[in-house]
């Protein structure tokens, strides 16, 4: 009977790919690992629309692996790291909505490719953020509140968009506002496993990388803590 589960049990065991570095949930946007996830999901949405996707967003929560180590990547880390069937799902923001959803982003940590953000520790000791562009070619641009991004998601944060914020997890409900939403019918861990596979075949490794997505402002910070009775 158990002979029936072995093809599944060595489909996971089946190396994808190799790390160059190891990547961690650590800090602000989730760490090295948040920045993996969010640039592999914006990756595979691009292709999968066919179409540039400005923003990808998830939630540090549902990262459930603090660290992977440097080495041999297999999908069972990847079930491992993203064990919920979460679908990916795109969907139209305005300018003005991408900057409240980041906000919230920044407030509680969680991950997103495709802006640079700049950001400060407030009077209540949570990040705030400051000022914000998208990277477009590598270059900064200005957000124009009143222009339309597409932004790749959850499901999971946008079926919770109407419940309230707790302790771990931010209020998306900036997402109620959505327009064009279009399930891509691939869960985050599928479309991973995708991105992974595919850097591979072109002869890349999976790389930890700190972009400047995320600049801390030090002044800012330490004027709030001086401002503080």
Request: hydrophobic share 40%; aromatic share 6%.
């Amino acid at each position: 009977m158990l002979e029936a589960y072995a093809p599944k049990v060595r489909a996971l065991d089946e190396v994808i790919g190799k790390l160059k570095g190891d990547l961690k949930k650590s800090g602000i946007g989730a760490g090295s690992l948040g920045n993996f996830v969010t640039d592999a999901m914006r990756a595979e949405a691009t292709r999968k629309l066919g179409k540039p996707v400005m923003l990808a967003v998830t939630n540090g929560g549902g990262l459930r692996k603090s660290v992977m180590a440097e080495g041999e990547l297999s999908q069972r880390d990847i079930f491992e790291l993203l064990p919920f069937e979460n679908a990916l799902v795109a969907f139209d923001l305005t300018g003005a909505q991408v900057v409240d959803l980041l906000r919230v982003v920044v407030s509680y940590k969680d991950a997103q490719s495709g802006a640079r953000i700049k950001y400060r520790i407030g009077s209540d000791k949570k990040p705030e953020l400051e000022t914000v562009g998208l990277l477009i070619d590598d270059r900064e641009k200005e957000i124009d509140p009143s222009a339309t991004y597409t932004v790749i998601s959850i499901d999971y944060l946008l079926n919770r968009r109407a419940t309230k914020p707790s302790e771990t997890e931010g209020d998306y409900s900036v997402l109620r506002e959505a327009k064009n939403i279009k399930p891509l019918g691939l869960t985050i861990r599928d479309a991973i496993i995708q991105y992974v596979k595919r850097e591979t075949a072109a002869g890349r490794d999976i790389k930890a990388t700190f972009d400047g997505r995320f600049v801390f402002d030090k002044a800012a910070s330490e004027a709030t803590e001086e401002a503080q009775p």
